[in-house]
């Protein structure tokens, strides 16, 4: 058996993980975006060895707003020496 069942149930479950951080909006909640990117990845790798191209197509563009996310929340926060992700 191949690691895909491992690779699907993984990008699930860190998609479900993203989703219950950013619902908490507690401090944490920017690492949403980062369970999500993970959740990007295992997605991506799935869709691609199974040939699925519309799910491939739309994990690209869910990566891209992971990656807005993750400079909104942690990395410009960061840089502008400000808490919790507000502009």
Known sequence: ????????????????????????????AGWGFVAYLASNAGWLAFSWDMALWSLFAQQLVFTGCSLYGVWTWLVRPKLDGNIGGSA
Do not use: H, K, Q
């Open 1 to 28: 058996m191949n690691g895909l069942p491992y690779i699907e149930i993984s990008a699930a479950l860190l998609g479900v993980l993203g989703t219950l951080l950013l619902a908490g909006r507690s401090r944490m």
